[in-house]
């Protein structure tokens, strides 16, 4: 008997078969499970995270203390916060490195008051490079600025593990465009590396690539000897979404859906589902999610809760039916849920529980 028409929509839900899928595609196109620092925003749950564990991935990244938590829960050896850790931030992460002494838990550094007011004890760092976004990080061709920063972590005695880089400012270019960004942004990223180790200071791992670019990079292949000190980073590709599948075609088939009602068929041509910001984010463009395998459903802009969908009158769906959207980013997708069903490869359904943004210590 099917569990879905008693589970209070909308509902996230992910195929356990198509993520293990697409976790054994990412691995082979990288060569490797060492060479994915898988980011653990998307994955976000802990049964994903143990999964990613038992394929042999030994590295990851996190954008809050509580998936750096929920990763050394599951027994993750090397957990990079790549966000900014300041203050009480700073405090949680040094807490958790001290509570897994076994494990290597690092944290991004961009400033050279970035660490100044907390106790850094065992807790290594990541130089933040801004390739382009413009958000966090030192600008890649700023050698000046980065060596400070470098030369700031050594006087404090603070291990410098590497240098961390994000290029979603790349994610919607041209297939031509993106790959001469990809190489171009690759050579600087290389040069900044080059002149901190001629300073004196070692470069053990570059970290490099989103969902959008780790295949461009793995194909322009980095000089020795920073090809075999390159990780990958991309999260999104173990769920898939709607932007993922249009960049990469088949590969990344979705594994995470938003199930959702239709509630009200307010006009010819029209429904609406009861899925709106509350279960879809609108970060990544249009369409903002799809409905899986009905092209003729054409979504529109949702509301809080309301999702409105042109359809044929002839193939509209009735009131009360279910229907499954892929999200176009289903890390802001997943970010609103705290529990997803998952359908496991016997096709049994659990309940999993989604790690929180707040950490609750």
């Not at 099917?2 to 976790?23: C, G, I, Y």
């Not at 970035?114 to 700023?142: I, K, N, S, W, Y």
Request: with cysteine; net charge negative; proline share 7%.
């Amino acid at each position: 008997m099917s569990p879905w028409p008693e589970v209070r929509t909308p509902a996230l839900v992910v195929d356990e078969a198509v993520f293990e899928r697409n976790v054994d595609r990412a691995i082979k196109l990288m060569g490797a499970p060492g060479r994915w620092r898988a980011h653990i925003k998307t994955a976000r749950a802990a049964w994903a995270i143990a999964r990613l564990r038992e394929k042999g991935l030994t590295a990851f990244k996190a954008s809050t203390t509580a998936e750096v938590a929920a990763a050394l829960a599951v027994g993750a050896p090397d957990v990079l916060l790549a966000y900014p850790a300041l203050g009480p931030v700073l405090s949680r992460a040094v807490e958790l490195a001290d509570e897994h002494p076994a494990a290597r838990v690092s944290v991004l550094v961009d400033s050279t008051e970035a660490l100044e007011a907390g106790r850094c004890g065992r807790l290594g760092a990541f130089l933040d490079v801004d390739l382009g976004m413009e958000r966090t990080g030192v600008p890649v061709r700023d050698h000046a600025r980065a060596l400070a920063v470098v030369e700031s972590l050594a006087t404090r005695g603070i291990e410098l593990r590497g240098l961390h880089t994000y290029d979603g400012h790349l994610a919607d270019l041209a297939p031509d465009e993106l790959r001469d960004g990809v190489a171009e942004e690759a050579r600087e990223l290389v040069a900044l590396a080059e002149g901190l180790e001629r300073a004196g200071h070692q470069v053990r791992e570059l970290v490099m690539g989103s969902t959008s670019s780790f295949a461009e990079l793995l194909a322009h292949r980095l000089p020795s000897p920073w090809m075999e000190r390159l990780t990958l980073g991309p999260g999104t590709i173990v769920y898939s979404d709607l932007r993922t599948v249009e960049r990469l075609g088949g590969v990344f088939p979705p594994a995470a859906t938003v199930l959702a009602r239709v509630v009200s068929r307010p006009r010819r041509g029209r429904l609406t589902l009861d899925a709106g910001l509350t279960a879809i984010g609108v970060d990544a463009g249009r369409p903002h999610a799809a409905v899986a395998g009905r092209p003729e459903l054409r979504v529109g802009l949702p509301s809080q809760e309301h999702l409105p969908v042109e359809a044929p009158e002839d193939a509209a769906p009735a009131v009360g039916t279910l229907l499954s959207l892929v999200p176009r980013h289903v890390d802001t997708a997943i970010a609103q849920f705290e529990r997803m069903y998952v359908i496991g490869r016997s096709g049994d359904v659990r309940v999993e529980p989604i790690v929180n943004h707040r950490d609750p210590a």
